[in-house]
């Protein structure tokens, strides 16, 4: 480190000390006098005081020479500079000048009695701990220092001292000691405690957890029956579920509801800047709580301090969690009425030991609400505003599907703001409004003119907002839900009616799931409370996808929609890992279809000989998370095939696929339900009179073709309409409504085929007996045996 500038080198420096003596009549000391200097001038007031002081005793003991000459005599005390030099940054350096030798000689002739008191002094004092250095060379290095006593130098009494040694060091400004990590630590954080007035029936859509908590709650309610009861009761709970779906609230209402008080806090703000801060703010936090019991305590986003520890990056990740569950231990031991409440949306990232049993008794897991949940959730938010008679909450709740409830409360309150400026602007267009000139912040006027409505008092007391459906509409379209932003495919606007034949089918879903969600006590009072799982095997093209997405919007559930690519990962693991996260995120979607599309690619048949094969350790996982589905009563699995000798057959066994439907080619009356369907029943595109749907559905040139096939063939004939019209018009001439006829279908016959061959058709064909002869779950070797099937590279069962 470079050794410190001398900052004597103002020629100003000795006038300004001779000024400051004269006008004290020669009395004082260079330490009373830098302090002076550096109070009334600015230039020194910024520099180092200790570096500065010796600068001061130079010119000092210079301008006391040349005030003697001139008959003045300085009468001067040397203050030890030490008492500064405890309070401010210490520079140590060594002394090799002289000034402080001629310095301590001046103090010896003119203050020989106070030298002695002030050696009296120190020697009484000598026991002091405190170690500090002394310039003056006669005295070397003390053992210890005296100790002073308060605004005094050196230790000497108002009465040992002189008088302007004594008025200089009144004089001085009291210096703030800078405080300690440890004393800043010592006082206690007061979280600021709220008084929640939301109770139960502000909270929509969790009754089964709302109704749980009302029993699992007295001791709050009679905190005074809880020294009576021998033993200890659930004070903690666990909330997880997605982000926005009431976790906070449901705190809240807890805490209106039995009208506790509430002391909440984010995980974050435990987070402190020293070490060991963090693990006073809990301390704190469980301290406050516990005076202020009966209480609610709530920590949201817990995660973010008990990560997993094995996980941990710091030391500190570590101490949090070990200090936050010991915390909860030492607060349960009091046996007071203070419920813990902690909520996080990432349950899987906390630690195992702080989420186990003992700790936390109870876990509430909140999903994703369905249309009865979000039908209670709209009627607890809009209580209080006017709905319109065309407003039907159970239409908004078939609607909104992926909405939490923060979804929802944004979608109502945008709904009131569509809803005042439908009004406002109805009333500008009636003419209600009058032009105002805006002015600028000095009141100058900008030029600008707006419109403005000016309501009277009575208006503005009989004003009544009446919120409309297409308030709502409007405003659903500001308003994205959760769901979506998790990359979740909600109910499917694909219907029955948008695919055309297939009843059957629908018949054999609509026992499979749909009347499971709508009557789910029926399938409970025979025993049925598994998921189902549903195999649609057929050729391309013939609808499989359509009829799950049908499934899902009849049943009004949520939908996921896999590839199987999707879930491979070129990564070891990372593919078992999508697989369980998949099946994760079903549940908290529950009720929801999952949709493997192309079931073949990620569930194949095992060999012996593939075990560490990446493909069979997802087929492994994927087993095994079907197997699981009994815990997972709402999670409905569907899956599409045009290979079904390529599954593994543990895939086909009951419990894991409980229907497989076989999904064909349509019949020549299914063809021409396809096409209905396709036109919307001839309207769009609009078709010519002469177009017959049933001839062109019966017409042989059809045969064979699948829902994919016709919706091509119509496809050819719309381009085939659009050309016509293209070359018989111009740009600049105002075109025809397009009209299908006749001789666009037949144009579309030319380059439109089937797109299933006849051998892979009677491949298909065979399989569909066998279905139907319930052996689809034998070893499919032998079923291709049995049959004669041809199965294999070159003639796939697509």
Known sequence: MPKAKDYFVDD?????????????GGRGNALSVSEELQSQYGEYGRKKKNIFLKSVERAFSIAARDLEKDGIVVSALKSSSSDS?????????????????????????????????????MKKEEGSNEQAWFIDRGMGKAESTPKRKKGMPNGLDKSEAPEDSYESSVSRPKRRRKESPDRARKKKKERQVIHPSVTFC????????LQHLQERCHFLEYPELLPKIKGDVPKSFLFHGPTGCGKTLLANAIAGEYR????????????????????????????????????????????AIATKRENATKNMESRLVTQLSNSMDDLRSKNLPVLV??????????????????RFDIEYALRFPNRDARKSILEAI????????????????????????????????????????????QHLKDGRGSFTTTTTDDGEDEGKKRQKILFTAEEIENFEIKVTKADFQKAMTEVKPTAKQEDVLLVPNTTWDDIGALDNIRKKLN???MERTKRPELYQAVGMTSAAGVLLVGPPGCGKTSVARAVANEAGINFLYIKGAELLNKYVGESEKNVRDLFKRASSLAPCVIFFDEIDSICPRRSSGSDENSTSRVTNQLLLEMSGLEQRTEVYVIAATNRLDRLDKAFLRPGRMDKIIYVGLPSPDGRVEILKALTKNGTRPKLSSDVDLERIGKDKRCDGFS???????????????????????????????????NVHFETAFESVSASVDSESKRNYEAVKRLLEKKTARKDMAEIEADSQIETGPSVPIK
């Open 85 to 121: 030099e405890s309070e401010q940054e210490t520079v140590p350096y060594e002394d090799k000048n002289i000034m402080n030798s001629l310095i301590s000689n001046m103090y010896k002739s003119n203050n020989k009695d106070i030298q002695k008191k002030e050696t009296l002094a």
């Open 260 to 303: 506790l008080p509430l002391l909440g806090m984010t995980a974050t703000e435990v987070v402190g800047g020293i070490s060991g801060d963090s693990e006073a703010n809990i301390r704190d936090l469980f301290d406050q709580a516990a005076v202020l019991a009966p209480c609610v305590l709530l920590i949201d986003d817990v995660d």
């Open 382 to 425: 809009c209580q209080g505003v006017s709905l319109s008679e065309n407003v039907s909450l159970s239409e908004i709740a078939d609607l909104t599907p992926g909405y939490v409830g923060c979804d929802l409360k944004t979608l109502v309150s945008i709904t009131n703001a569509c809803a005042l400026n439908r009004v406002i602007s």
């Open 202 to 209: 502000n909270v929509g859509g969790n009754e089964n957890i």
């Open 707 to 741: 829902g994919a096939d016709l919706g091509n063939l119509l496809q050819v004939a719309r381009e085939a309409c659009l050309e016509e019209i293209i070359e018989s018009t111009s740009a600049t001439e105002p075109s025809p409504l397009p009209v299908v006829r």
């Open 12 to 24: 100003r420096l000795v006038p300004r000390i001779k000024q400051i003596l004269k006008s004290r």
């Open 341 to 358: 409440i902690c909520a996080t949306n990432r349950p899987n990232s906390l630690d195992e030991a702080f989420r186990r049993t003992g």
């Open 511 to 513: 026992l499979c799931i």
